[in-house]
């Protein structure tokens, strides 16, 4: 049987520059122990398994969905309409955009590398043009 979000689960263990690593591996753990139990669930009951689990999960992430749209607003969305108009630019035969590119030097973000869906990750922030 899947476990509703509002049973007890497992939690991570709390954050902090030494725990990172086995707070990625709780959750890859409870992931793959949930996956097991969602393919029990589905082998018994078949497709209204699956629909509870997608109902569970739909339930799980509603309160994050306004900061995913945010977020998605100003960086995906907004790259999305910047592409769109220089396509659109091309199409004509503008070259302004062509003008806009810029060299740019970075540097790492100190301290250690994040934990990622595929591994660890390495963040860049642009240096001040000298």
């Known amino acids: 049987m899947i476990v509703p979000p509002t049973s007890r689960r497992p939690r991570c263990p709390p954050t902090g520059p030494r725990t990172n690593?086995?707070?990625?591996?709780?959750?890859?753990?409870?992931a793959i122990t949930g996956f097991r139990q969602l393919l029990a669930d589905v082998e018994e009951?078949?497709?209204?398994?699956?629909?509870?689990?997608?109902?569970?999960?739909?339930?799980i992430v509603r309160p994050r969905a306004a900061a995913w749209t945010e977020l998605w607003e100003r960086?995906?969305?907004?790259?999305?309409?910047r592409t769109r108009a220089r396509l659109a630019a091309v199409a004509t035969g503008d070259p302004a955009h062509l003008g806009q590119a810029a060299v740019v030097r970075t540097?790492?973000?100190p301290g250690p590398r994040a934990f990622g869906m595929c591994g660890r990750l390495r963040t860049w922030r642009p240096l001040p043009a000298s």
Do not use: K, Q, W, Y
């Not at 699956?50 to 339930?59: E, G, S, V």
């Not at 960086?75 to 309409?81: C, K, L």
């Open 75 to 81: 960086t995906v969305a907004a790259e999305t309409e």
């Open 21 to 30: 690593g086995r707070r990625s591996r709780t959750r890859r753990d409870l």
């Open 107 to 109: 540097m790492p973000e």
């Open 45 to 59: 009951r078949g497709g209204p398994a699956l629909a509870d689990f997608h109902r569970l999960a739909a339930a």
